[in-house]
């Protein structure tokens, strides 16, 4: 157990419709990341919070937004979904900002009908 | 942009030594990195290089060359349970992301 909690574990949504995933950091950790994986294409990095504050944009689509609040839990939002987004998308907390050791959580998988 | 390129499958045998590769390119190199991940599970951090070199945990090692753009990830005495995808990751120093190789299936057989 990494201590990185997510939820929810499953999702099963239809196309057009919007959602959002939850992100619990450990203790004490300061940045959250979020990143997609599908079978296609791999662990891919969306985004990445530090204490509140964005400090690292990937390959996220416009249709997807994330915040981190002041209590450092993170939140992934997904819009307009397509039959493309269905993935397990995971989130990784780490200490500080430049630690290179992440954590992840036990992923939410994503299922878009 | 970057690049990162590593085996799609490899197999090796119980009590062996097998390296997995990763060559990659990038804009402003920040650190590689070595996860593993068994099917439906999440990653787990397993090195980190930014100097060239070697460095080692246990069974498994890492080395690193920044001129040649090029890690590999050696495992010693291999277990059963060492069958898994092992992700090879480079943060760009300019950018401040993480990119992710395909990742090298690893199958040991007894």
């Known amino acids: 157990d990494s201590g990185v909690t997510q939820t929810p574990k499953h999702l099963i949504t239809a196309t057009g419709q919007r959602v959002t995933l939850r992100c619990s950091p450990r203790?004490?950790?300061?940045?959250v990341y979020w990143y997609q994986q599908s079978l296609d294409q791999g662990l891919q990095f969306l985004i990445q919070y530090y204490n509140g504050e964005e400090r690292a944009k990937g390959n996220i689509l416009e249709r997807f937004s994330a915040q981190q609040f002041p209590d450092l839990h993170s939140e992934l939002n997904l819009s307009s979904l397509e039959l493309g987004d269905s993935a397990l998308y995971f989130c990784a907390s780490s200490v500080a900002q430049g630690q290179y050791e992440q954590y992840f959580g036990p992923g939410t998988r994503l299922t878009v009908t | 942009g970057q690049n990162i390129d590593q085996p799609t499958e490899m197999t090796a045998t119980e009590g062996a030594i097998v390296q997995i590769n990763c060559t990659y390119q990038t804009s402003g190199f920040n650190g590689l990195f070595w996860y593993q991940q068994h099917a439906g599970e999440a990653p787990t951090f397993l090195s980190y290089n930014v100097l060239d070199g070697l460095e080692e945990k246990g069974r498994f090692s890492s080395f690193l060359s920044r001129s040649k753009g090029y890690s590999y990830l050696l495992l010693k005495e291999l277990q059963m349970k060492d069958s898994a995808s092992y992700l090879c990751?480079?943060?760009?120093?300019?950018?401040?992301?993480?990119?992710f190789g395909a990742g090298t299936r690893l199958t040991v057989k007894p």
């Open positions: 203790s004490g950790d300061l940045s």
């Open positions: 990751a480079v943060r760009d120093e300019e950018n401040n992301d993480m990119r």
